[in-house]
């Protein structure tokens, strides 16, 4: 990661292109931190001198590029959802000026009285977004890039983070879990996938939610990925039944729009839940890595939930049986059954 000395001479960079501006006329001196990010990217808040704010982007190169974040930006607000607006950019230096969507993630704002509106609004925006999805507009979510995911699991959660060691069986055993999820991921329709559609990147906007943010990662792949982001979210829970009531709200508008989902409730609900799995598999491997490779550790106090969502997913699915025997031989448990589909 970057050092301190490092970020000192970023960020005296970024005041120099800020002062340099004529429109807008930004106030550098009244740079501060707007919010931290589990990447390199940091990103600032500035004074307008006309009154109001923007953010500041510093995107360091080599480590990260601005290019996809401008292109996805360019391309999301075509659907007609709300991303920030880019109004100054320095592509070689990694620098951003963006239209301020405010600090009031949906996060802070989630309480059982406001979650249903929020989640509602969310839910429109998502199909909103799909309805005008083509190809060859984004990378694709492959069969490569979901298998690379699903590795940061063994490599970094089992191996680094519980200093598992696999033996032949175990291995072959957690390949075939992959491989069938795998093969119902790509089974599925494509569409735009915001990639990190969750309570922390979403914001609550007086004109209307939500303001939609970090989504630089943008891939054209399973149409299920954003709501499992957004419905199992790593930060915040919510009953089961709360998730299923939600999740068919969403199936019962975006077969309305015209999206390709599944036309069974069941097949649909089956596609949410295979796709969650490979998304939560991955997310532990990513906490993993912020962990042991990045120095930070704020991830790790959201690690049981994520492996909550795991646990309980896994062992509805007799074809995910393997993946419960490997954890209960990690946690020292005895295995069950208790098999539901």
Known sequence: MSTPANDDIRLSRLTDWLAKLEAPKTLPATLRPASSDASFRRYFRVDVADGGTLIAMDAPPPQEDVRPFVHVAALFAGTGVTVPTILASDIEQGFLLLSDLGSTTYLKQLNPDTAHKLYLDAIEALVQLQVHSAPGQLPEYDRELLHRELMLFPDWYLSK??????DDKQRSDLNGVFDTLLANNLAQAQVF???DY???NLMVLPSGNPGIL???DAVYGPITYDLVSLLRDAYIEWDEEMVLDWAVRYWEHARRAGLPIASD????YRDF??????RHLKVLGIFARLYHRDAKDGYLNDMPLVMQYVRKTAYRYKEFSPLIRLLD???EKQTGTGYTF
């Open 161 to 166: 983070h519980r200093n598992a060691v696999l």
């Open 273 to 278: 839940e295979f796709m969650g799995l490979q």
């Open 329 to 331: 031989t990690l946690d």
């Open 198 to 200: 969750h309570s922390r």
């Open 265 to 268: 409730i069941d097949m649909f």
């Open 193 to 195: 996938v915001h990639r």
């Open 214 to 216: 970090d989504f630089q």
